[in-house]
């Protein structure tokens, strides 16, 4: 009876580890927005958001590497110098060869983190010349997002609910509308361009961040800060202002349209002609055509 027992107990242990595990399975990551339940990043679309994602797996591995021969070695040395086994403890206090491993192993192991971590830093602060250049400037609580080489600029602010649902009966895709991210005017740029963004603040200070980018500098009033990006996939992007700025600072969205490049260039000049409709024709039109070509990949 008692065996029974033990063995109900045993298979429903693991049938619980095992709906812990599934319930506990990260969700996959959005392209270019969060998703519910997500763990791992949202998708890279730039060279160094690839790096990025590739030094955090490097380490990981390093990191649970150490982290499971350490908890090995403490259930060994529990198992193996326990007052049973080893009634008479040994009166060693120093031992030579172990006391150089673990000086010279973590070394080694900061080196081998270390030649990654400056590959990155080198690739992030060297900046390839632009395609195209675009002042961010931040404010209390939107952004502008000016084109000093075309002679115009975008303002952006976030859509409030009957807002987003007024563009998603217009036609928007709604997958492309997500609450709290969607902003009034969307920022459009070519794909397989250099991108410069640089980046300041007319108040307090704001960060200008971009997740599947790998993109983030703060704004900060009088000053101007610097990054850049190539994104490599057509698609919208959204990034937040990742800096306590104030009362809404989670309200302060960054929206980003990677076209092709005759379709960035019809809407700058549309944009530059203040020709409203046109351009939310045209933001409407590639918005379709990606919501369509998204479906397909997902077949």
């Known amino acids: 009876m008692l065996g029974t027992n033990r063995s109900t107990a045993g298979r429903s242990w693991v049938l619980a580890g095992l709906a812990t595990a599934l319930l506990a399975?990260?969700?996959?990551?959005?392209?270019?927005?969060?998703s519910p339940g997500q763990i791992g990043f949202q998708e890279a679309v730039t060279p160094i958001a690839e790096q990025?994602?590739?030094?955090?797996?490097?380490?990981?591995?390093?990191?649970?590497?150490?982290?499971?021969?350490?908890?090995?070695?403490?259930?060994?040395?529990?198992?193996?110098?326990?007052?049973?086994?080893?009634?008479?403890p040994s009166q060693t206090t120093h031992n030579t060869a172990v006391e150089v491993l673990w000086t010279v192993i973590p070394v080694l192991i900061l080196i081998a983190i270390a030649i990654p971590s400056f590959r990155l830093l080198y690739a992030q602060y060297t900046f390839p010349p632009p395609d195209l250049t675009i002042k961010a400037i931040g404010h209390t609580w939107n952004w502008?997002?000016?084109?000093?080489?075309?002679?115009?600029?975008?303002?952006?602010?976030?859509?409030?609910?009957?807002?987003?649902?007024?563009?998603?009966?217009?036609?928007?895709?709604?997958?492309?509308?997500?609450?709290?991210?969607?902003?009034?005017?969307?920022?459009l740029v070519p794909v397989d361009k250099v991108v410069h963004v640089l980046i300041t603040s007319t108040d307090v200070i704001h960060a200008w961040r971009v997740p599947s980018f790998g993109t983030m500098a703060d704004a900060v009033p009088g000053r101007i800060t610097a990054t850049w990006f190539k994104a490599t996939k057509e698609g919208i992007y959204f990034g937040q202002c990742s800096e306590l700025?104030?009362?809404?600072?989670?309200?302060?969205?960054?929206?980003?349209?990677?076209?092709?490049?005759d379709v960035f260039n019809e809407w700058a000049e549309a944009t530059k002609a203040r020709n409203r409709r046109k351009v939310k024709e045209i933001?409407?039109?590639?918005?379709?055509?990606?919501?369509?070509?998204?479906?397909?990949?997902?077949?």
């Open 52 to 88: 990025i994602h590739q030094l955090h797996d490097y380490v990981n591995v390093i990191i649970f590497t150490i982290v499971a021969f350490v908890l090995a070695l403490m259930l060994w040395v529990m198992w193996r110098f326990s007052e049973k086994r080893n009634p008479a």
């Open 283 to 299: 933001i409407l039109r590639v918005a379709k055509e990606q919501a369509g070509r998204d479906k397909m990949a997902a077949r």
């Open 25 to 34: 399975a990260p969700a996959a990551a959005g392209s270019g927005q969060p």
């Open 144 to 187: 502008t997002h000016e084109f000093p080489d075309q002679k115009f600029s975008v303002d952006s602010v976030i859509l409030q609910d009957d807002e987003r649902e007024a563009a998603i009966k217009a036609g928007m895709p709604a997958e492309q509308m997500p609450r709290n991210l969607a902003v009034s005017n969307e920022v």
């Open 245 to 261: 700025c104030g009362k809404d600072h989670a309200f302060m969205p960054i929206a980003f349209r990677v076209v092709k490049d």
